[in-house]
């Protein structure tokens, strides 16, 4: 779906969407691969870690698009919803991939989005550490500035999917899960948002997963 929007306007929020990947990164990268605290958002229910990186790149974010764009929504994964006063909304997830963050791998990433009357219209997933910035936009989505797309994949017998853990699958979607495992050529596991973003690149061919949320 196009939006009606002008052209011009949509390359404006694109650049400020890049510049609002480098603040996070700013905050991210002083924190990755270095000693750092880690709470547990399910206080022993499970796993869920978050820390200072997560926080102080959404609050970067969230500071800027307060000053920028005062009226726009902000969806966000540690602070939450601020309202919108017009049909934009930002959707912020400042570390993807937590637990790989805390393990000192670089499969992790900043997730910034811009819906515009409720839809996607802007997408980042940008990897700091291995400089990797993914933007897509209506009709086109590009790599570090150069233009990319996902590769033809007729069949499953040639296929790399991935998945973050096979753990996730319960009951039926377990066996659905294995019969597609079975008859692809290839699998990962673990990458998180990176996933998704190496298959728009045309790397890989299905990223299969369970239970997923607006935020997690």
Request: proline share 7%; aromatic share 10%.
């Amino acid at each position: 779906m196009t939006p009606d929007l002008p052209s011009q306007e949509i390359e404006t929020l694109k650049a400020f969407a890049l510049e609002l990947a480098d603040a996070a990164a700013e905050v991210t990268l002083s924190y990755f691969k270095k000693p750092i605290s880690i709470d547990d958002k399910d206080k022993g229910t499970g796993f869920d870690p978050v820390t200072k990186a997560d926080q102080g790149a959404e609050r970067a974010i969230r500071a800027l698009i307060d000053a920028r764009y005062p009226d726009h929504g902000i969806f966000g994964e540690e602070y939450g919803i601020k309202d919108a006063n017009g049909p934009f909304e930002w959707v912020l997830d400042p570390v993807d991939g937590t637990r790989a963050f805390i393990s000192g791998l670089p499969t992790w990433g900043t997730l910034i989005a811009l819906r515009y009357k409720g839809v996607p219209i802007i997408g980042v997933v940008d990897q700091p550490y291995i400089r990797e910035r993914y933007l897509g936009w209506p009709g086109g989505a590009s790599l570090n500035g150069e233009p990319i797309k996902t590769r033809p994949c007729p069949t499953l017998d040639t296929a790399t999917i991935s998945t973050t853990d096979f753990a996730l699958f319960k009951d039926h979607e377990r066996g659905a899960f294995e019969e597609l495992r079975k008859g692809s050529r290839l699998i990962r596991y673990g990458l998180d948002c990176y996933a998704y973003a190496v298959m728009s690149a045309g790397h890989m061919d299905l990223v299969i997963e369970s239970g997923l949320k607006p935020m997690t």
